[in-house]
């Protein structure tokens, strides 16, 4: 049987296009599906909140299961390990095959990471969260790695370390970045970091590419083997490997390539939002991904509906940056300006808790 529609993954887009719909009042056409590994959808924004003891996990994550309902989709359990996109035929880790007459991707990216591994380090990846949640709540009944390390000098990195040494207190934190820290922020945010960073005892390593683990040692060509017991991948966005062979239109560094309506450049019947996506002046980030939602919703129910015309997202050129540091107040950046306070921290977490309960509402 052909499903009429198949969204994969639970990421930002999907969550707040299905919002929208049950909002509206629209219902997917009969046999539509949302698949995802897990009952529920964690918001990125605050995670490191959960980490840094400032959250609980019930309020961090959203249950998808009450909005599936309310849409008229079928949540199924499953992760895509290989599309077929000529003939939208999508094959799950269980085997399971699925196809559709219309296919929405918002899947997430992985974890780039060294290229040597000998298995001697325990290594997380910051996304899917559940895996780093799981392994912190380990730590947090049966003891801290002495030496942990976050690869990645972005947002991502930064809040995990600052979260991380709040709440492991007996952890020894080391952020190894291959470029300069907060790269893609002003300059005045990465010296308010490194500063923070060496008040909390965080060790900074930049302009080190890790390009092997071995030995329970970090090895790079710039600086001497550096000891861990666990490795945290924050290391920004790669492609999934079902994506190289999907024959889907691809950028050159390996992500979907789509159309500002969303469409894939290749196949307009799949659509794809998020950082499984490649769209010219859109950064792979929380707050692009949320405001796709809009566009994608009303693009998907469009396609069902078979109208022709449909809406084109357009990235805003600049948006606010709002980075919590695990104490009272929180990093703000906007367009070449930084400043830390206690009102950042406010704004940030008044956005957070206004987000989740628009998603979180029956």
């Known amino acids: 049987m052909t499903a009429p529609l198949i969204m994969v993954g639970a990421g930002h887009a999907h969550l707040v296009a299905l919002r929208g719909w049950a909002e509206q009042g629209y219902r ?12 529920f959808a964690w918001y990125s924004g605050m995670m490191p909140g959960l980490l840094a003891g400032r959250w609980r996990a019930e309020q961090c994550r959203i249950e998808l299961a009450p909005l599936c ?6 949540l199924s359990s499953g992760q895509l390990v290989r599309l077929e996109a000529d003939a939208r035929l999508l094959t799950l880790a269980s085997g399971e095959q699925l196809r559709t007459e219309l296919l929405s991707l918002n899947s ?19 996304k899917p969260f559940g895996d780093l949640q799981q392994h912190w709540m380990h730590w947090r009944r049966s003891g801290s790695p002495a030496r942990l390390a976050i690869l990645g000098g972005g947002a991502a990195a930064v809040e995990l370390a600052l979260a991380l040494q709040q709440s492991l207190s007996t952890c020894q934190i080391l952020v190894l ?19 923070l960073f060496h008040r909390r005892n965080i060790e900074l390593h930049e302009g080190v590419t890790v390009t092997a683990i071995r030995n329970g040692c970090l090895q790079s060509a710039s600086t001497p083997p550096l000891a861990a017991e666990a490795v945290i991948l924050a290391t920004g966005a790669a492609p999934a490997v079902w994506q190289a062979d999907s024959n889907l239109a691809t950028d050159p560094a390996g992500f979907i390539q789509i159309a500002d309506t969303l469409q894939s450049q290749s196949h307009p019947r799949i659509f794809a939002s998020g950082d499984c996506a490649a769209l010219a002046d859109c950064p792979r980030s929380g707050v692009y991904a949320v405001r796709q939602g809009p566009v994608l919703g009303a693009n998907l129910r469009a396609t069902l509906d078979k109208q022709s015309s449909l809406q084109h997202y357009q990235p805003q050129p600049r948006a606010l940056a709002l980075l ?9 950046c906007y367009g070449p300006l930084a400043l830390r306070s206690r009102a950042a921290l406010m704004l940030k977490d008044r956005l957070d808790t206004r987000f989740m309960r628009s998603l979180q509402r029956d």
Do not use: F, Y
Request: with cysteine; aromatic share 0%; proline share 12%.
């Open 69 to 74: 309902r309310a849409t008229g989709m079928t």
């Open 28 to 39: 997917a056409p009969p046999g539509s599906v949302l698949i995802s590994p897990e009952p």
């Open 108 to 126: 997430g990216a992985a974890n780039p990471a060294p290229a040597q591994n000998d298995g001697s380090l325990t290594v997380i990846g910051a």
């Open 177 to 195: 970045c291959a470029n300069r820290l907060l790269g893609g922020h002003p300059p005045r945010a990465a010296r308010l970091i490194r500063s």
């Open 324 to 332: 919590a540091t695990a104490d009272d107040q929180a990093l703000a």
